[in-house]
């Protein structure tokens, strides 16, 4: 289970057993010293954090690599020493470690990236790449929209499996962790190695930062990933 902590950068939600955490503070590019501090107090890790400029695409990066202008929306390692945050703010962020061969990747998920497979061609990109095992690996589902709250139109419902469609609402809602879980176990990862942390940053009351709730004023949540 997804647990929530006091930090000295606010709270944090941490997955299970991982060094895995979303922050709740907003993320401005100005805490990167409080982030990587809190990484090796925490999960007792010396890195440096990477993170890329985002734009709802599927370009999958290597890191480390110094933060750049390059258009990216999953960054992936296989060096220790190393962290990768993904900004989110109703998107979906997507862990993925695997510790049997150091390899980790971070994934920016929302529903253009999720229609154009980003996950399926980040695992792509690792098996190509280097010795990533899905079958060794865990995955992580942070803190996004859920079900509940992300309704859409029918020009974006019809870009997804009708299974991942809840229609008992005026409108479609698509369920974006459901079918990521989905293409997570068909790419070789066992059930219990998916752990989803079941948070919506929607709804009312979420601690969250939601672009849907906030508009383009609200803040940015991180997802870091660390090994």
Request: glycine share 8%.
């Amino acid at each position: 289970m997804w647990t929530i902590e006091q930090t000295p950068i606010g709270r944090i939600v941490a997955a299970p057993n991982a060094p895995v955490f979303c922050t709740t503070r907003d993320y401005d590019g100005k805490l990167r010293d409080d982030l990587t501090q809190l990484v090796r107090e925490r999960f007792g890790i010396e890195s440096a954090l990477y993170t890329c400029y985002q734009v709802h695409g599927v370009n999958v990066e290597r890191a480390p690599r110094e933060e750049t202008s390059r258009e990216c929306d999953a960054l992936w390692s296989d060096q220790r020493g190393v962290s990768i945050g993904i900004k989110i703010a109703d998107c979906l962020p997507v862990t993925m470690l695997d510790p049997v061969h150091a390899i980790m990747a971070n994934v920016h998920s929302g529903w253009r990236g999720a229609a154009q497979q980003i996950t399926a061609r980040t695992i792509d990109t690792l098996e190509q790449c280097s010795s990533f095992d899905a079958s060794a690996a865990f995955a992580y589902l942070g803190p996004s929209i859920r079900v509940c709250c992300f309704e859409v139109g029918e020009e974006v419902a019809e870009r997804f499996d009708a299974q991942f469609i809840d229609r008992t609402h005026a409108k479609p809602h698509v369920d974006l962790p459901a079918m990521t879980a989905g293409i997570l176990r068909a790419r070789g990862f066992a059930d219990d190695h998916i752990s989803d942390s079941g948070f919506c940053t929607r709804c009312d009351g979420s601690i969250f930062h939601s672009y849907r709730r906030d508009g383009k004023g609200g803040g940015r949540n991180l997802q870091i990933a660390a090994q």
